[in-house]
């Protein structure tokens, strides 16, 4: 698949379009200390539209068990006889995938649903069963070391895909002028049951497997063969990043494109936090972007949250007005309530998960001695006040009919003049507007010049 390539870098809320509103700021939960020992992916919480999150904690069991959170209460979900579980993954329905251990320390994928853990099963066909991801019907993507006619050590990973009780393999991409496939792993599924992942060997490329139909290359961009997908909505949208080993100082990391891919193929490629490596985690529905970015370009840089939102990359320390003492790490998750769960240090050498809430606090206009409803005149004059729990008002903005926004004389007490009002009904339209381009909810006024 030919792909087109957009080279968007972002900025810190530089270069955001007057009209798109800014970011919110959050409040933070704190979930708990998730690991004090080496860090691992599987222990990231994730967080669905009701606002339940699962997530791997080490308590009762040093190697961490699933625990889910629905309404503040914590549940276990214990295992399938063994010492350990892991929860990659939950749905809106609060159905909760992810990996545990038998008795006799067998690995099992898993599906907690209805109260119970459910074996999935993939390990009839392979080792080290994983169910990665969960979509709303509970179909399920997970991935199994399967034998493997050909391959090297006559085994391999597969993608796998669980509908009901059937489960299918996803194979391989067929080779490409660039090189040949041997695995495949599998990241998400969709609400059509495509399964996204990518394919290694000599290079790197995700794919998308629809149902029922052949798998589909992701392509790449000049000189990046590694393409990593890591997430996708329900609208196409692709998120992931390109692998790049410059060859340079061996000092440094290998550096991490992040992309946005639409579903035309075109990629927009996402920009950083200063360092060489940003590794988008999840999209909601709205095209919000979550992950993780280093700061600096060192091979040990520390990394930050950070949140795309409308084309801008923020810094989600940036965004929280109490952190409570948190430095955030990792964003992992965002819902379509546009609430965040991720990871962050105590400065203990502790990590702890943590929810970010938004909050509504849009600034509020009013609008004073309105107008009376018809006039002679070809002028009104508008008055009224506004306000912003946060103090930052930027302006007020008023326009008439199909006229631009303009700016108003004055923020927390206010007026405008309106010229040119046309013969019949004139609408006009006010605004307040904060330093992070928050908008409050327009106030609209008819006036019918006579």
């Not at 379509?336 to 240090?345: F, L, N, P, T």
Request: charged fraction near 20%; hydrophobic fraction near 35%; aromatic fraction near 6%.
């Amino acid at each position: 698949m030919k792909a087109r390539t957009l080279f968007l870098l972002l900025g810190l809320a530089t270069g955001c379009d007057a009209g798109a509103a800014g970011p919110p700021r959050y409040t933070l939960t704190d979930l708990g200390i998730v690991y004090n020992f080496s860090p691992s992916p599987t222990y990231d919480p994730h967080i669905n539209n009701s606002g339940q999150i699962a997530l791997t904690r080490p308590l009762n069991s040093p190697a961490g068990l699933a625990w889910l959170q629905t309404g503040g209460v914590w549940q276990s979900l214990g295992t399938l006889g063994g010492d350990r579980s892991t929860a990659v993954d939950i749905n809106d329905q609060g159905a909760v995938v992810g990996s545990t251990s038998t008795v006799n320390n067998s690995a099992r994928a898993f599906i907690y649903t209805g109260g119970s853990m459910i074996d999935l099963g993939f390990n009839t066909s392979g080792q080290n069963p994983e169910a990665i991801a969960v979509n709303n019907a509970g179909w399920v993507a997970g991935e199994a070391i399967a034998t493997v006619s050909g391959a090297p050590g006559g085994v391999a990973h597969r993608a796998l895909r669980r509908i009901g009780a059937t489960t299918t393999t996803i194979g391989v991409l067929p080779p490409t002028g660039f090189g040949s496939f041997n695995t495949s792993h599998a990241v998400d599924i969709d609400s059509a049951g495509t399964v996204l992942g990518f394919c290694e060997g000599t290079i790197v490329r995700g794919f998308v497997a629809p149902l029922g139909g052949p798998m589909q290359d992701l392509g790449g961009i000049p000189n990046y063969l590694f393409n990593y997908p890591t997430a996708m909505n329900d609208r196409g949208l692709i998120v992931g990043y390109f692998l790049y080993t410059d060859g340079g100082n061996p000092g440094d990391p290998a550096l991490r494109l992040p992309y946005l891919r639409q579903p035309d193929g075109t990629y927009v490629i996402l920009g950083n936090l200063g360092g060489r490596r940003t590794t988008p985690a999840a999209i909601n529905e709205s095209g919000r972007i979550v992950g993780a970015s280093d700061a600096n370009n060192s091979a040990n840089g520390s990394a930050e949250a950070f949140l795309v939102h409308d084309g801008v990359m923020y810094r989600l320390n940036d965004l929280v007005p109490d952190r409570k003492g948190f430095d955030l790490d990792s964003a992992s998750d965002i819902n379509d309530r546009g609430q965040i769960v991720g990871k962050a240090s105590d400065g203990l050498f502790n990590r702890h998960a943590f929810l970010l809430t938004p909050i509504d606090e849009s600034p509020s206009l009013e609008v004073r001695g309105k107008p009376r409803r018809t006039s002679r005149s070809v002028r009104v004059v508008l008055r009224g006040t506004a306000d912003d729990a946060n103090d930052d008002l930027a302006r007020v903005e008023v326009k008439a009919g199909k006229s631009r926004w303009k700016n108003a004389r004055g923020t927390e007490t206010w007026r405008f003049v309106v010229r040119g009002l046309k013969p019949g009904r004139n609408v006009i339209k006010a605004r307040a507007v904060d330093s992070l381009n928050a908008r409050s909810k327009p106030a609209r006024i008819t006036v019918i010049r006579q």
